[in-house]
T-cell receptor
Framework: GQNIDQPTEMTATEGAIVQINCTYQ??????LFWYQQHAGEAPTFLSY??LDGLEEKGRFSSFLSRSKGYSYLLLKELQMKDSASYLC??????????WGAGTKLIIKP | DAMVIQNPRYQVTQFGKPVTLSCSQT?????MYWYQQKSSQAPKLLFH???????NEADTPDNFQSRRPNTSFCFLDIRSPGLGDAAMYLC????????????FGPGTRLTVL
């Protein structure tokens, strides 16, 4: 079966750095997305990785290791508005998007 | 400016009473998706359209139907809502079904009484 694993919930402090991990087992791989979803709202695109390595975009960076079936989202200089769920999603060999259940990130002052 | 619009944002219906949710897009994307998302769960793909080609997920109940009369609009019809159908329904679009980013509407939260 296809599976995406993320921690259910994480807590971090305003101004700090947090790393949200995602591991996947899918039939093939054609890329990995990270989406941010605030409570009661729709997911919004953060990043897309298809090659190994780190992609940096402002305060957010995303890392991929295809050989390990592993990705992480790194958030720096945390702000209160970063409190949200972060969803990892993998494109499989059939170009189906397989979603994780998301990691709820709680930011404390 | 909103690119993917969903109406209504909140919908209340009664058990067994048909309901229609609507989605429109200004992106001129070929693909439109409908997802169901329950609290703290991953979005679950119900079906998608590539242009006029309808693609139903194998585990989507027959109770859920969809229509796409033109490029801009797509509808989700729930013929006989049950209590288990209460959820957030998300519409999304993309240019193709491969690795393109999906753009989501704000969602419709459905309550079934």
């Amino acid at each position: 079966g296809q599976n995406i694993d993320q921690p259910t919930e994480m807590t971090a402090t305003e101004g700090a750095i947090v790393q949200i991990n995602c591991t996947y087992q899918t039939s093939g791989f054609n890329g990995l997305f990270w989406y941010q979803q605030h409570a009661g709202e729709a997911p919004t695109f953060l990043s897309y990785n298809v090659l190994d390595g780190l992609e940096e975009k402002g305060r957010f960076s995303s890392f991929l290791s295809r050989s390990k079936g592993y990705s992480y989202l790194l958030l720096k200089e945390l702000q209160m508005k970063d409190s949200a769920s972060y969803l990892c999603a993998v494109v499989d060999s059939n170009y189906q998007l397989i979603w994780g259940a998301g990691t709820k990130l709680i930011i404390k002052p | 400016d909103a690119m993917v619009i969903q109406n209504p944002r909140y919908q209340v219906t009664q058990f067994g009473k048909p309901v229609t949710l609507s989605c429109s897009q200004t992106l001129n994307h070929n693909v439109m998706y409908w997802y169901q998302q329950k609290s703290s769960q991953a979005p679950k793909l119900l079906f998608h359209y590539y242009d006029k080609d309808f693609n139903n997920e194998a585990d989507t109940p027959d109770n859920f139907q969809s229509r796409r009369p033109n490029t801009s609009f797509c509808f989700l019809d729930i013929r006989s809502p049950g209590l288990g159908d209460a959820a957030m329904y998300l519409c999304a679009t993309s240019t193709t079904v491969s690795t393109d980013t999906q753009y989501f509407g704000p969602g419709t939260r459905l309550t079934v009484l």
